[in-house]
């Protein structure tokens, strides 16, 4: 069954996907690092190139790329899934990155682990953020999501310790979180934050995550 939804060159997009069976995707931090280096290298008009299973992400930062096919706001990697905020640049650029990298990370696993077959549910799911107001949402929400790891059920019940959930978030390597938060690390170049530039939550991303921390209604999506 088709995806129903168009992805518009200069719109923004939640993209997501988990793995098949809900099983895990990061098994262990060369999984993490391999999906970083593919988020950094898929996204480049020219074709990915890893030297070797063992490409740590600093290698492959050191690539350089002619020109990007999407701009990458946001991401966040969970065990057994990810996300995504992107604004397409060009007509079926997004679709081309995603194919690029699930493929490469399924090929990576699958080689790794010795197994065959689909290691995704199905294609990636998108959904079009068309407002100001809930393209801040899902940037808080992208960036917050890792605290599911220490409060399983804050999306649904709110956040009970935020002081533990802002520490660990600072200590999360495996989202964007970090580089809003402007700490000059090498995943930086992951993103492109000057398609950001115009939101105010961003010229004062410690305060406004702050709020959403604070906030007594949890995020949902």
């Known amino acids: 069954m088709g995806r129903k939804i168009v992805f518009v060159p200069s719109e923004f997009y939640h993209l997501y996907n988990r793995g098949v069976e809900k099983r895990n995707i990061f098994l262990n931090e060369k999984d993490y690092d391999r999906f970083l280096s593919l988020l950094y290298l898929c996204n480049a008009t020219e074709p990915v190139h890893l030297q070797h299973r063992g490409s740590t992400f600093t290698e492959a930062a ?37 194919q690029k990298l699930a493929t490469g990370y399924t090929m990576y696993f699958n080689t790794k682990r010795e197994r065959s077959g689909s290691l995704f549910e199905g294609t990636f799911k998108a959904r079009h953020v068309d407002d100001d107001r809930y393209l801040k949402y899902v940037i808080a929400y992208i960036n917050l ?12 019940t709110g956040i009970k310790d935020r002081k533990k959930a802002e520490k660990f978030l600072e200590h999360y390597r495996y989202s964007s979180y970090l580089d809003h938060l402007q700490q000059g690390r090498v995943e930086k170049c992951i993103i492109n934050p000057e398609v950001l530039l115009e939101y105010e939550d961003l010229h004062n991303f410690k305060e406004s995550v702050t709020e959403w921390l604070s906030y007594n209604h949890p995020l949902q999506g």
């Open 145 to 156: 999501n890792p605290i599911k790891l220490i409060e399983p059920s804050w999306k649904e």
């Open 62 to 98: 050191q690539v350089s790329r002619k020109d990007t096919l999407i701009d990458i706001a946001s991401y966040c990697l969970m065990p057994n899934h990810f996300h995504l905020l992107v604004r397409e640049k060009e007509e079926g650029n997004i679709s081309r990155f995603m």
